[in-house]
């Protein structure tokens, strides 16, 4: 019923930026939070940051002042400004959205197939 699709991963150098962003498409009705999470091999997916509707943000300790997420409502989008990257920022970054759609009577969470960011030392 909802489809989340992200695009802008790649490979870059330790201190260089990428963009990521994720598109919601379907039965949408509203959208209360969307956001990004990453997962290593062999460990739990952690959150990387969030927005809500009302733009408000959180952040994971070990991006904030170097990752900004932003949203455009209209679109259904979110992105994620990634800058100063560095080798342990390497991960499948995978979009989050806590979605109301058309047919339903609550919110539940979606989620994206992951793209894969490479930080090389």
């Known amino acids: 019923q909802v489809q989340l699709v992200e695009s802008g991963g790649g490979l870059v150098q330790a201190g260089g930026s990428l963009r990521l962003s994720c598109v919601a498409s379907?039965?949408?009705?509203?959208?209360?939070?969307m956001g990004w999470y990453r997962q290593v091999p062999d460990k739990q997916r952690e959150l990387v940051a969030t927005i809500a509707s009302g733009s408000s943000t959180t952040y994971a300790d070990s991006v904030k002042g170097r990752f900004t997420i932003s949203r455009d409502n209209a679109k259904n989008t979110v992105y994620l400004q990634m800058n100063r990257l560095k080798p342990e920022d390497t991960a499948v970054y995978y979009c989050n959205a806590y979605v109301l759609t058309t047919v339903g009577i609550t919110y539940a969470n979606y989620w994206g197939q992951g793209t894969q960011v490479t930080v090389s030392s």
């Open positions: 379907g039965r949408i009705s509203s959208i209360r939070v």
